[in-house]
């Protein structure tokens, strides 16, 4: 692999939220090897020209595998099919800036060994496996009439596992795990987008709960849980969930304590708001919109009741199949609560943690993997450089190799 080394920019600290003039970053073999001044080294010279280099974009809740709003068609594809649509959507995300997507449900194995073998032209990948889910429950897609088996996780393009019992939670937690999947998702709460569970139903048992966490932790992982009610993220803080999803409607008591638990939130504002914007087009009807009116009004004040308890968040867009052109509004929406120092670190540094590669990715610095990108602007100002599907990004590296250079 060619070496490549940065000079004349601006190298952006996410985690102290500032711009280091002066710095040059040497690549070699997919790492960054070095950070300093006037380096000198047998590689490709880029002069960023004052520009701005930082840290590859992290997104914490994606699905690759919903290529359309149609979840049913997603899960009846053929799994060939689905691959190649997985693909598209994860070769759009990196041309967005993002070199690093943790998928909450539906990825698997093969797809991280695509994009490891050259095959995607994506961003890593992180995975779960499928989200675990109760018989009716968030990611059981299943009409109320429809008594067909649940065993469609079998295939790519779903996002969903159906499990009841402490003993089924237990077993198929250890099959998520062996089938490489680096922390486990649950469906703790009702949701948006399935048939028969309103927004407040309490999804798992305690116990239930309990098993997958003690499963994650021996295996060195952790649990991530959907959830949107004060009841349900309260429940999953104390019952050692670590990464919540959501919170809509978080309380500042119950943020206060998923802090002192050492949780992290992922909000996915975007979701709603995209939702509103195109639900009509794609056939939801007012059920829908009722919940997703619900959610989307507690948004914004979830964000600063977060931030004001001290709850970490990373940042998610968890936009499904047509929607995901809406991918960079989320940092528009991140923008009316949190100063752009702080969405930084949330789609750098706290995500990073969240992916357990904390000193790897969402930084520049020696002995990081050399996930890189250059923006013309300085983000700490205005975050909206990083919007407009990559407009003001005129480069992007991945683990060292160039996957957009329009520098030249």
């Known amino acids: ?67 359309t709003l149609n979840l049913w068609s997603n899960i009846i594809a053929p799994t060939s099919l689905a691959a190649l649509r997985s693909a598209r959507v994860m070769e759009e995300a990196l041309q967005r800036g993002f070199t690093t997507l943790r998928d909450l449900g539906g990825a698997d194995v093969g797809l991280v060994q695509g994009v490891e073998d050259g095959l995607i032209d994506g961003p890593r990948l992180v995975i779960c496996g499928k989200g675990l889910t109760v018989t009716g429950g968030h990611a059981d897609l299943r009409p109320r009439t429809d008594d067909r088996p649940t065993m469609m996780h079998e295939r790519l393009g779903s996002m969903g596992y159906v499990v009841d019992g402490v003993d089924e939670c237990r077993k198929v937690t250890r099959e998520m ?8 998702k649950i469906m703790a709460n009702g949701g948006v987008s399935s048939p028969n569970d309103p927004i407040e139903s309490i999804q798992f048992s305690r116990d239930e709960i309990l098993a997958m966490v003690e499963e994650a932790e021996n295996a060195g992982i952790y649990v991530a849980a959907h959830v949107y009610t004060d009841a349900a993220i309260r429940r999953c803080a104390e019952l050692g969930v670590r990464s919540l ?164």
């Open 177 to 184: 795990i062996k089938g490489g999947a680096k922390f486990i």
């Open 1 to 67: 692999m060619s070496s490549t080394l940065f000079t004349g920019g601006r190298v952006l600290d996410a985690e102290a939220g500032v711009l280091r003039e002066g710095l040059d970053v040497l690549i070699q073999d997919g790492t960054i090897r070095a950070v300093g001044q006037n380096l000198s080294a047998d590689a490709r010279k880029i002069d960023l020209d004052g520009k701005t280099l930082m840290p590859g974009l992290i997104d914490c809740h994606v699905h690759v595998v919903a290529e």
């Open 245 to 408: 999803e959501h919170c809509n409607l978080i309380s500042p008591e119950t943020a206060k304590i998923a802090a002192d638990k050492g949780c992290i939130a992922v909000p996915t504002l975007v979701a709603y708001e995209a939702l509103h914007l195109e639900g009509k087009r794609f056939g939801f009807g007012e059920t829908e919109f009722a919940k997703i009116d619900t959610v989307r009004r507690g948004g914004l004040a979830s964000l600063e009741i977060m931030r004001d308890a001290g709850l970490p968040m990373a940042f998610g867009s968890d936009l499904l199949g047509e929607l995901r052109s809406y991918h960079c509004m989320e940092f528009e929406l991140l923008a009316k609560v949190l100063t752009p120092a702080e969405i930084l670190r949330s789609v750098t540094t706290v995500g990073a943690e969240l992916c357990q590669m904390t000193g790897e990715i969402g930084v520049v610095a020696e002995g990081a993997k050399a996930d890189l990108i250059v923006v013309d602007g300085n983000p700490l100002e205005d975050v909206s450089v990083l919007m407009g599907d990559g407009a003001r990004i005129p480069l992007i590296m991945r683990d060292g190799k160039v996957f957009k250079d329009a520098l030249n």
